[in-house]
């Protein structure tokens, strides 16, 4: 070996150096590449078969260690369809090898932490490496699934059609005593329907006509209002009203036309008594059909009021106003208005009616030996047979959406590991310049 030897491993020294900078160059240059793992170098030694005693150090090889696992730091961004994984994992894309306007995705999948995701003209979800997002795709209207779990998402641009109101929920307390406008202390059954003030007697016929709505008005006490839809997405706005016509003993009714003439019905009963206990709980029937309910002779269709159990009581309220909760099952015709990204890899949509709908489930893929992956360009990484084959799941990994994973390279430590390689490579080099001078100096000898 001697002279030959020395002039041998400075040569891999040099040329592992090198290798190393190459990295550390890649590093520097990706120190903004959204979801880039930097890659380290690993120096192996190479001892040459010899004697315990003749041991040389030997040369040197260089090999990329990679730190696929360092998380980088999750910024914000203001791209709802950005996302970012904390945790371990990667979100599975497809390459595109056909056109924008013409996709033609490979069959095998790729792995990456890039999560720059945004809808192009079609509705795919691509990152700024042009990679496809692969997930199961749902249908807002149904929540079947569209195409295969396999393949590129596609937002669909379906919209969600007008669903009627067919059941209305309604809770809260109605007063002991109510306080109307006609109430007072001071007059016994002033908080009672007095049907002697009307035309048409409220309690018995369950309407009250347009000549006896301001009475009406006066001896009953608002109980809430809900919009409604009928069947193609119309709105009408219904008020409740509450009138108590005995001890433990109400009439419910709905304003059936806001404008009707003296004889038209303005209010109109919900058909049954409402009555209670001594202990304010609810005897009456729980559901109650309203068929064919019409608002300002917009109709709605058959709609269940529903008073559920124990959420319609009667107490004493010093305030003598009800204090109801109404909700209902309908909703008008709705576009898509925006796209959120759940914790748990979901795609949400919210819509113009203000209803949200499961657009996607993000796939999203673990290793078990995540440094064994073959990095590809565009911060992709393939599966290899040491990686072991991808599995599906969260697994305890979190998914925040309008946010990126930035590269994990630390430009400061670059830096330091860049000084650290020119001085080895000017070493080596000084290495080969003196087994030269000492060749130069065997050759003299025969001179």
Known sequence: MGILGALSTAVSGLSAQSYALENISGNIANSQTVGFKRVDTSFVDLIPDSPIKRAAS??????????NT?????????????????????????????????PIFNSINQYTRRGDFKLDAKGFLVNGASRYLVGTTYNPATGAVMGSSTSPIQIPETSIPAKQSTEVLYSGNIPTIPKSDSYSQSKPGSDLIDPATYTVNPVTTGTVVGADATTFLNQSVPGGEITLYAGNGTAATVQFRWGKTADNSWMMFYQSDSMPSATGTSWQSIGTPVTFDSNGQRTSAANISLTGLTVDGITVGDVNLNFGAGSLTQFGDVNGQPTPTITQNGYAFGTLAGIAVNTDGTVMGSYTNGRTAKLAQVSVAHFAADDSLKREDGSTFSATSESGPPIFGMFGTTMTGAAVEESNTDISDEFSKMIVTQQAYSANTRVMSTAQQMLQDVINIVR
């Open 58 to 67: 030997g040369s040197v090889m260089a090999n990329s260690a990679l730190t």
């Open 70 to 102: 360092l998380q980088g730091t999750l910024r914000s961004t203001n791209l709802s369809t950005n996302m970012a994984l904390s945790g371990d994992g990667y979100f599975v894309v497809a390459k595109n090898e056909g056109s924008e306007s013409l």
